[in-house]
């Protein structure tokens, strides 16, 4: 059993040359994983924003989805964790495409090993104006309120509001000390073999007592993923081969 993992790609941030190029490699990043895995776990912020209304979607990614649904069509389970920046789902994801859909993080046993997979919003301690926001924003009453703003305008809020929390979270101090490393640790030593989160962008990989921690980074400079398999996890760079 192989499973692949992924996180953090926010497509929508760049301007289209680029944003066509990186959706070019995620797609035959998402070819490369059929045939080849059981499971692809997407860790959150597929997209920079996302905002899903009853009968309508945002525009582009045609590609990537209907990637995604080739593997569902081929019996590969896909596990879609929504993160801080693309959290208004409605459907389209689960019954369009076929993709498992998680609010929150989650645990989960792959090969005898005991896996807590989330995209990390929320986690760190010392976050609490954070945990506060989300709560507002992902309010199923507030989302239908907004809703009923048009299409045009309320993409392009959500698309404005989604680059100020990413420069929020940028320059915002945290401590010296990791915070989803720390809370890593704890989902250890209540004995999780591996604890994978994405959000900070900085990839990392961290032995601790008996588990592993690791952050997957960004696609945004260096794309990767990460390959569990025959009991072993490792980080693999992505350059569409």
Partial sequence: MTSFFVSDLHFGLLD????????????????????????????????DYWFEYKRVIQKGYFRTFTAINELVKN???VHYFIGNHDFMHRDFFEKEIGTILYED??????????????????LVENDLGYNILKKILRNKSIQKLYSLLHPDF???????????????????????????YE????????????????HTHIRKVEDYKNGKYINLGTWLNQPCYGKFENGNFEIIDWNNK
């Fill in 75 to 77: 019996k590969i389970e």
């Fill in 105 to 122: 993080a989650a645990q989960f046993e792959i090969d005898g090993k005991k896996f807590f997979l989330g995209h990390g919003d929320g």
């Fill in 154 to 180: 309320g993409i392009w809020l959500a698309s404005s509001s989604s680059r100020k929390s990413r420069d929020y979270t940028t320059e915002k101090s945290y401590g010296q000390k990791d915070g989803l």
């Fill in 183 to 198: 809370a890593a640790k704890k989902k250890i030593d209540q004995g999780y073999d591996y604890v994978l989160f994405g």
């Fill in 16 to 47: 289209s040359k680029n944003e066509k190029l990186r959706e070019e490699s995620f797609v035959e990043f998402l070819k490369f994983c059929n045939g080849r895995i059981d499971k692809l776990f997407i860790l959150g912020d597929l997209f």
